[in-house]
Nanobody, 128 residues
Framework: QVQLVESGGGLVQAGGSLRLSCAAS????????MGWFRQAPGKEREFVAG????????PVADSAKDRFAISRDNAKNTMYLQMNSLKPEDTAVYYC?????????????????????WGQGTQVTVSS
């Protein structure tokens, strides 16, 4: 059983920055692959970034490369998404997610259907 709680969303002007946090409760956080997804109006939920249990695999979607960075602190059971140079098209509800599977310590999955646990979401709005 894993529970996830996101925080850090808000309203920011284009070019600004936000840092999202995802706090997890569970017995084996370091075994979980973690991911950030977002969903904008009229669009499907999409992968933004992920991080393996050991923190060494950190894929980022093309739309966010060189602007977003994902990290985790296993001692604090927390994952982060640092978002810089934000654009209006980044506006969405951002969700953290977790998955446990053979290899989740080492690699990341990018499909929403591959994740087992989800947070409630946090709104990010970028004005122009």
């Amino acid at each position: 059983q894993v529970q996830l709680v996101e925080s850090g969303g808000g309203l920011v002007q284009a070019g600004g920055s936000l840092r999202l946090s995802c706090a997890a409760s569970g017995r084996t956080f370091s075994s979980l692959a973690m991911g950030w997804f977002r969903q904008a109006p009229g669009k499907e939920r999409e992968f933004v970034a992920g991080i393996s249990g050991n923190g060494r695999s950190t894929p980022v979607a093309d739309s966010a490369k060189d602007r977003f960075a994902i990290s985790r602190d296993n001692a604090k059971n927390t994952m982060y998404l640092q978002m810089n140079s934000l654009k209006p098209e980044d506006t969405a509800v951002y969700y953290c997610a977790a998955a446990f599977y053979a290899g989740s310590v080492f690699f990341v999955r990018a499909s929403p259907g591959q994740y087992d646990y989800w947070g409630q979401g946090t709104q990010v709005t970028v004005s122009s």
